[in-house]
């Protein structure tokens, strides 16, 4: 729901709750990040004012571990992230914890499954490089937001495929695969769509909403007391689980009707936006 679609009595049900939010999680990449894979000044103001008045910031991402590493050391962060959709938490000091790595029969099964499409695939590691065995059009997008490409001759060689934590397939919504994929390895992985070009696929017991989860409880905040903010079908479980849910500009239409309020989007400070008028209003 939208603050515009609710009605007094309503309304001051959530203001009440907007005067306790105690911890943000964020998304990344069409979040945090705007288009350039940059964060803006607003955005980084926005944070340090939550940080300087003791509002916990957590970074929810389907990054890479040396990403979460990267922002922890980038803006100060001093709380557990969350890194690889949720198959893994980020400590402070860079040590790792709730590693869920995808089972190795399933990854090499997916594998063999694009190999068989001829669709392109990325496999992200607990050692945070993002293997591919060969050039796919979509993937270009994945460079574009940072992360480093590894080349690899096989993807199915046993020092990968006992680490992955993250499949990434570059297919976009129509596309004849991605009914494939689920028909195939739904009941194995959890999958979910990540932008226009992009399914993942991870642990069935990972996920960024069961990752926030546990945060909350080492951080010891309630869930009424949290505000996520996020872009895509994989932030949909950490939406409506939080105290207050708010959408980019830039999301789905359905990230849009599950959460509370819908901000701008990530190239007009959507995240800056939400802090200023939902935690510091």
Same mark, same amino acid.
């Given at each position: 729901? *939208?603050?515009m679609d609710?009605?007094?009595?309503?309304k001051?049900?959530i203001?009440?709750?907007?005067?306790? =939010? *105690?911890?943000?999680?964020?998304?990344l990449?069409?979040? $945090?990040?705007?288009s350039?894979?940059? =964060?803006?000044?607003?955005?980084?103001?926005?944070? &340090?004012?939550? $940080?300087e008045?003791?509002?916990?910031?957590?970074?929810?991402? #389907?990054?890479s571990i040396?990403?979460a590493?990267? $922002?922890?050391?980038? %803006?100060n962060l001093?709380?557990?992230?969350? #890194?690889?959709a949720?198959?893994?938490?980020v400590?402070?000091d860079?040590?790792?914890?709730?590693? &869920?790595?995808?089972?190795?029969?399933?990854?090499?099964?997916?594998?063999?499954l694009?190999?068989? @499409?001829?669709?392109g695939?990325?496999?992200?590691?607990?050692?945070?490089?993002?293997? @591919?065995e060969?050039?796919?059009?979509? %993937?270009k997008?994945i460079?574009?937001?940072?992360e =480093?490409?590894?080349k690899?001759?096989n993807?199915?060689?046993?020092?990968?495929?006992n680490?992955?934590?993250?499949?990434?397939? #570059?297919v976009?919504?129509?596309?004849p695969?991605?009914k494939?994929f689920?028909?195939? $390895?739904?009941?194995?992985?959890?999958?979910?769509?990540?932008?226009?070009?992009?399914?993942?696929?991870?642990?069935? &017991?990972?996920?960024? %909403?069961?990752a926030l989860?546990?945060v909350?409880k080492?951080?010891?905040?309630?869930p009424?007391n949290?505000?996520?903010?996020?872009?895509?079908?994989?932030?949909?479980g950490?939406?409506?689980? #939080?105290? =207050?849910?708010v959408?980019?500009?830039?999301?789905?239409?359905k %990230?849009?009707?599950a959460?509370?309020f819908?901000?701008?989007d990530?190239?007009?400070d959507?995240?800056?936006?939400?802090?200023e008028?939902?935690?510091?209003?």
């Amino acid at each position: 729901m *939208k603050m515009m679609d609710l009605n007094s009595k309503e309304k001051l049900k959530i203001l009440e709750k907007l005067k306790k =939010i *105690k911890l943000v999680a964020i998304d990344l990449d069409g979040t $945090l990040f705007n288009s350039k894979s940059e =964060i803006s000044q607003r955005n980084k103001d926005a944070i &340090k004012k939550c $940080l300087e008045n003791d509002i916990k910031i957590i970074i929810t991402t #389907a990054k890479s571990i040396d990403w979460a590493k990267k $922002l922890i050391k980038e %803006l100060n962060l001093k709380d557990p992230q969350i #890194a690889s959709a949720g198959s893994v938490i980020v400590n402070s000091d860079g040590s790792l914890t709730k590693i &869920k790595r995808i089972p190795t029969s399933s990854y090499k099964k997916l594998i063999n499954l694009t190999r068989k @499409y001829n669709v392109g695939v990325v496999a992200c590691g607990i050692d945070s490089l993002i293997y @591919y065995e060969k050039n796919d059009p979509y %993937l270009k997008y994945i460079w574009d937001t940072g992360e =480093i490409p590894c080349k690899t001759d096989n993807l199915l060689k046993n020092e990968i495929a006992n680490q992955v934590l993250l499949i990434t397939v #570059a297919v976009n919504e129509e596309h004849p695969f991605s009914k494939i994929f689920i028909s195939e $390895l739904g009941e194995e992985l959890k999958i979910r769509r990540a932008g226009e070009y992009f399914l993942t696929a991870y642990n069935k &017991k990972a996920g960024k %909403l069961g990752a926030l989860k546990n945060v909350l409880k080492i951080t010891g905040v309630k869930p009424i007391n949290t505000m996520a903010i996020g872009d895509s079908e994989g932030d949909l479980g950490m939406i409506t689980y #939080a105290g =207050i849910g708010v959408a980019m500009g830039n999301s789905s239409e359905k %990230l849009k009707s599950a959460a509370d309020f819908v901000v701008s989007d990530n190239d007009n400070d959507g995240v800056a936006e939400a802090i200023e008028k939902f935690v510091f209003r």
